[in-house]
């Protein structure tokens, strides 16, 4: 092969869309595949159906530089493709923890049979072990082309709210391959990221497909063990965010994925620590990854203690109460509702009779859809306005922002419930703020506890000592 390989990506989700405009950006011709007719018209049209910062100049740039460019078409994409990545989604399958492997077996059936040239077909979707196994088993089979189509594995580790720098920027690109043909294309695909100095690790397609799932499996044991921590923490009167920050502090340990609080969600942790769990009980090693179910349990549990701590901070009710509700989104940057912590607490205290106003600056639409039973205001004011108790669930800045004494002139009693630890608890509580968070020691306004809020070591992320009269007597209106 002389020229540059042309690429396709099939699946045109957070992954698929990133991937695609991300190479269109490094000079590949690319060719997103969906087999949602209205979704390639969208992105064709360069409108990108979901909400990520920075992804719309890149498609429009690969759009208008005739490099990029969606089709529903499996014949014209087999036809265009020397490399074709697979990213199309992996649900949890209904009623189990398994994977949902629908859309890709379809992808993949839909594609073998047209490829007659050698090329080289890539995983990208998260999958249980023994996916690759069996891909690339059938694959000389199923396709024309025979030994000359071949599958590798190349995890993708973006986070949601990132999705452009990950993918042009990634921490580590996994090539997981059974060729030295099939490295070299990866190294031509990502030539660029490789001259940057992002390390380049080979591996065999089956363990490229595990590190995925182990690091989620990771990711999520690491947040649990925070959150269950934070349980502890309301059981002795220790500070969760002064624990999390020692914790931190040592290198072995880390900082980073130790945000205690609501816990986690989206559509990736969630669904693929079971379903690694379910595979790992089908293959006889269930006993090994047990601890999964735990660390799920660990992370819903965080759901009721937020309801719980809603209700005390409305005077022990939520029938019949207004809430404010600051943010659905399962985390800042994005505006995805799949499994998000934020929205089912809004839901549930919405079943047990409140009245929940919401804000969130990109998730209202989605959560629109299936929540219609939730009232959506326009701001932080909006969502605040008369207010019982407010609940900070998602931790988009501009909340943090948020001025104490401001919302003190809205709401129609101080309470606030902070779910993601974003907020400065000693200035709320100087201005009169009820505040409580998850695994921190409350300190009502008026006890001697209040003007000592402060946690005991002062977490790095936490917003810093800030001189809580002076912010009050600033923003007062
Ligand atoms: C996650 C992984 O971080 C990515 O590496 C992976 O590629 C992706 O899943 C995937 O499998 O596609 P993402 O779901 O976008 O990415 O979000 P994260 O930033 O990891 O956050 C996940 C959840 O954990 C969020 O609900 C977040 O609020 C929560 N979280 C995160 C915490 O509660 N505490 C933390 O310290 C970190």
């Known amino acids: ?118 090329c080289l077909v890539v995983g990208k979707s998260t999958v249980p072990p023994g996916t690759a196994a069996a ?121 980073a994925g130790l945000r205690p609080g609501l816990g986690f969600g989206g559509g990736c942790l969630p669904k693929d620590i079971r379903a690694l769990a379910a595979r790992a009980a089908e293959l006889g090693a269930g006993q090994a990854l047990s601890f999964l179910h735990e660390i799920d349990a660990i992370n819903l549990r965080r759901r009721t203690r937020l309801v719980d701590l809603a209700r005390e901070a409305a005077d022990g009710r939520l029938d019949g109460r207004r809430v404010g509700v600051l943010g659905v989104a399962f985390k800042p940057g994005s505006d995805d509702i799949r499994d998000s912590p934020a929205l089912e607490v809004a839901a549930r205290i919405r079943a047990l009779g409140a009245r929940v106003a919401v804000f969130d600056p990109a998730a209202m639409d989605r959560a629109g859809q299936v929540h219609p039973d939730l009232d959506y205001r326009g701001s932080v004011l909006g969502a605040a306005r008369d207010a019982d108790v407010l609940l900070l669930l998602t931790e988009w800045p501009e909340f943090a922002a948020a001025d104490p004494m401001v919302l003190a002139k809205t709401v129609a009693r101080r309470a606030i419930v902070d779910a993601r630890h974003a907020l400065d608890a000693a200035a709320w509580r100087d201005c009169g703020w009820d505040y409580r968070a998850p695994g921190r020691p409350g300190h009502p306004p008026g006890t001697p506890g209040a003007a000592a809020g402060r946690p005991a070591i002062v977490p790095r992320h936490d917003l810093g000592p800030r001189d809580a009269e002076v912010a009050c007597l600033a923003g007062a209106i």
């Open 135 to 255: 891909y690339g088993q059938r694959l000389p089979g199923a396709a024309p082309a025979g030994t000359g189509a071949e599958l590798a594995w190349n995890p993708e580790f973006l986070r949601e709210g990132h999705a452009v720098a990950d993918t042009l920027r990634p921490d580590r690109i996994i090539a997981g391959v059974w060729s030295v043909r099939a490295e070299a294309t990866l190294r031509e695909v990502y030539a660029e990221p490789l001259a940057a100095g992002v390390p380049f690790l080979v591996t065999d397609p089956l363990t490229a497909e595990l590190v995925k799932v182990a690091a989620n499996a990771f990711l999520a044991t690491k947040i649990s063990f925070i959150n269950a921590m934070a349980e502890v923490c309301e059981v002795t009167g220790a500070d969760v965010l002064g624990l999390a920050d020692a914790l931190g502090r040592d290198p072995r340990i880390g900082g």
């Open 1 to 118: 092969m002389t020229r540059r390989p042309r690429l396709t990506v099939f699946g045109t989700g957070y992954l698929g869309t990133a991937h695609a405009a991300c190479l269109a950006s490094l000079g590949f011709e690319v060719l997103g595949v969906d087999v949602d007719a209205a979704r390639a018209r969208a992105l064709q049209a360069g409108t990108l159906p979901f909400y990520e910062p920075g992804l719309e100049p890149l498609l429009r740039a690969g759009l208008r530089a005739g490099r990029l460019a969606f089709t529903t078409s499996y014949p014209a994409a087999a036809e265009f493709g020397d490399v074709h990545f697979i990213c199309v989604g992996t649900p949890q399958r209904p009623g189990s923890g398994g994977a949902d492997l629908t859309q890709f077996e379809s992808c993949f059936a839909g594609l073998a049979p047209l490829l007659r040239r050698p």
